[in-house]
């Protein structure tokens, strides 16, 4: 039987889970190219409405701007398929949700699309906190399930990093996260170990 390719994208999930729970923090998503995968990823761990407020699937440049609130100039002179816009779709997100941290990932998964400046498998997965907002560049080179699945590890990865570097601060209105059982405990405790 062949292994799910999802799995180590899941243990991300329930790593991101456990710091969001322990650190009280809330997260969305905005997503493009993923069409919704890391939404899914986070909402297959047990209890994840304790810190999953929601996401967005903003594939088209026009729910970019009225879902959340990517400038038209900013589309108009950097793309879809930016940084900038990276940047606006996580930032738009934070604001729309009120989330402690909000994720977006923005790219072309391929087989066609790209272009030798915007080539296939490009991606930008960006994270917007209460420090700020950064942003990484990737091309990868699988098909478009594999640049897929490998957008929604980065984007899983980037908010574990900002979750776990202290720039997002627990929301004031910010419910505690209710306790865990002994299970998740103790699956909590061996991802970290």
């Not at 062949?2 to 994208?9: I, K, N």
Request: proline share 6%; charged share 20%.
């Amino acid at each position: 039987m062949a292994e799910d390719p999802l799995t180590g994208l899941a243990d991300l999930a329930v790593r991101l889970g456990a710091d969001c729970r322990a650190l009280g923090l809330r997260v969305a998503t905005v997503e493009s190219c993923t069409g919704g995968l890391v939404s899914h990823l986070i909402t297959e761990v047990p209890g994840s409405s304790a810190y999953f407020l929601g996401g967005f699937v903003t594939y088209s440049d026009a729910l970019k701007r009225e879902a959340v609130g990517v400038p038209a100039d900013v589309l108009a002179a950097h793309g879809a398929v930016s940084a900038q816009v990276a940047m606006a779709m996580a930032t738009g997100g934070l604001q729309r949700t009120g989330a402690d941290l909000a994720v977006s990932v923005t790219g072309i998964a391929g087989p066609d699309g790209g272009s030798p400046s915007k080539p296939v498998g490009l991606t930008y997965v960006a994270v917007a906190d209460g420090a700020g907002v950064e942003v990484r560049r990737y091309v990868w080179a699988g098909d478009r399930a594999e640049n897929k699945r490998q957008s929604a590890a980065a984007a899983l990865e980037l908010l574990l990093e900002r979750a776990e570097s202290g720039g997002a601060a627990p929301h004031p209105d910010a419910a505690p996260a209710p306790p865990q059982d002994a299970a998740e405990r103790a699956s909590a405790e061996s991802e970290r170990a």
